[in-house]
């Protein structure tokens, strides 16, 4: 390292120590559990991170070692004096782009200790033009070994690095946010919910929303009635099959009117029916043939 590197400054967070430094930052290191998966987030903002990620469930996981994060602080990475991450665009424009060099080197310490598979690790960045993140993209995140995402800021990141990493480019929406931390939690959150004990009850990643092609049905508690309002009777039978039954219409229903794509797909991945078998009439002249 050179003498215009800055000096890391240490302060508290809880009962970790932080420092900038080119090592990742593991937010839970000690308390990490063998073969946990694993996040790692390369970002310029790495107090972003656990954020809502270190609350609820996933909070009480994270503590438990189910799952890791680690954070790589792109700032030290920087070229010059100042540290620089970012440069002009090339043919000009407005805004500044993250330097394929500097994300590049990030990458490569983020990459230390991982799968080169990229089904076994794979590498995102946060992007408007990214494909569209759904449950199943979740439950394959939550399939494989861990995660690296590169949240982006200012115009983009050289396209250069995300063609030599094989990035897969992600999007939560069509808008545009100052940077991709907020979609990495997103993305993190709908996967990290997904391995195994995170949640307790493996039945409720099973009957909510997407997890059959459908949107969830809707879901009622007490008090039994409210503001003049009841909770359907069928729910209160006692007939499980029938509750069963009322929900597969509800959650039908809705689909088909709020997601018309949702249900177009949900039609077209249910098997054929198989045509009805007609009993042939006997020819009441065959006899006399």
Known sequence: ???????????????LSISASFKPRDLMADMRLKGAWTAKIV????????????????????????????????????VGKHRNVDDTPAGGGAGMVLRPDVVGAALDQAAIGTPVERERWPVLYMSPRGKRFDQAMARRFAGAEGMTILCGRFEGVDQRVLDHYGIEEVSVGDFVLTGGEIAAQIVLDATVRLIPQVLGNA????????????LEYP???????????????????????????WRRAESEKITRERRPDLWEAHLASQPP???????RKADPGAEDA
Request: aromatic letters at 8%; hydrophobic letters at 30%.
């Open 273 to 279: 029916e198989k045509p009805k078998r007609q009993r």
């Open 43 to 78: 970002t310029l903002f790495p107090d972003a991170f656990p954020g809502v990620l270190g609350l609820s469930l996933t909070g009480k996981a994270l503590d438990m070692g189910l799952w890791a994060l680690e954070t790589i602080d792109l700032r030290p990475f920087g």
């Open 203 to 214: 039945a409720s990643t099973e009957e909510e929303s997407f997890s059959s092609g459908l």
């Open 1 to 15: 390292m050179t003498d215009d590197t800055p000096k890391p400054t240490s302060k508290s967070h809880g009962r």
């Open 219 to 245: 879901q009622y508690t007490r008090p039994a009635e409210w503001e003049g309002r009841e909770i359907p009777g069928v729910l209160t039978s006692g007939h499980h099959g029938e509750i069963e039954k």
